[in-house]
């Protein structure tokens, strides 16, 4: 099966490092573990605000500093049996940041597509609806996991024959779709890629077994202006 995958909030806690610089540089005194009600934080400062603070984080070493939202060791072993192709919105400028990133837990992977629906200053990349046209093997089965609900709905009706899924977090709780799945964490998705249940969400020591067979990912890919 081909795995279409999101990093940040789905692999990588997007939240937990961003929280980090907000309350460095803000002094929002926000908790550790604080999920954001609105997937841009509207609720907690101004959008000019926000906007600063977007860019402030993007340059800080922190943004390069995600922490797995799941165990390195478990989604190897995804990656030794399915081909897995991660499709990301981060900002191709700081895309560094990210491979290094996954690079430091040691996670296996085929591909990384820098795409989706919101552009970087001139940056306008492809959805990832396309993005996993061009990958697709129509021979073999497709999955895609992420946590905005509107790159779901994108997947669901470009896609039709990739199954959808939708990474639970606090600002997507009141979404809701007849065809598309969601998972309260990995579990679920391991379950249904035939994967018995093993450590916790972050357990595992970074890399493992699997990693020793590392796929060299292809370049990211800037999706056009």
């Not at 922490?67 to 981060?90: D, G, I, Y």
């Not at 964490?185 to 970074?206: H, I, K, N, V």
């Not at 077994?209 to 890919?221: D, Y």
Request: proline residues 8%; contains cysteine; glycine residues 8%.
């Amino acid at each position: 099966m081909q795995l279409f995958i999101d990093i940040d909030g789905v692999l990588l806690n997007f939240e937990h490092a961003f929280v980090r610089w907000l309350n460095a540089q803000y002094r929002l005194g926000l908790p550790e573990r604080y999920e954001a009600e609105s997937w841009d934080f509207e609720e907690v400062l101004t959008p000019d605000l926000l906007a600063e603070g977007w860019h402030g984080f993007l340059e800080s070493p922190l943004a390069g500093d995600l922490p797995p939202l799941v165990a390195p060791q478990r989604f190897n072993r995804l990656a030794a049996e399915h081909s897995v192709h991660l499709v990301t919105n981060f900002p191709l400028p700081h895309m560094a940041k990210r491979l290094a990133n996954l690079q430091a837990f040691g996670f296996v992977y085929d591909t990384l597509d820098y795409c989706g629906l919101h552009g970087y200053k001139e940056l306008r990349p492809r959805s990832k609806a396309q993005a996993i046209q061009a990958r697709r093997d129509a021979r073999g089965e497709g999955l895609f996991v992420d946590d905005h609900p509107d790159n779901c709905v994108d997947v669901h009706r470009h896609c039709p024959d990739v199954e959808v899924w939708l990474m639970s977090r606090r600002f997507n709780r009141g979404f809701q779709h007849p065809a598309i799945r969601r998972a309260e964490d990995w579990e679920p998705l391991f379950q249904r890629l035939g994967q018995a249940s093993g450590t916790g969400p972050t357990g595992g020591a970074p890399g493992g077994p699997a990693a020793s067979r590392l796929r060299k990912p292809a370049p990211p890919l800037s999706g056009g202006k």
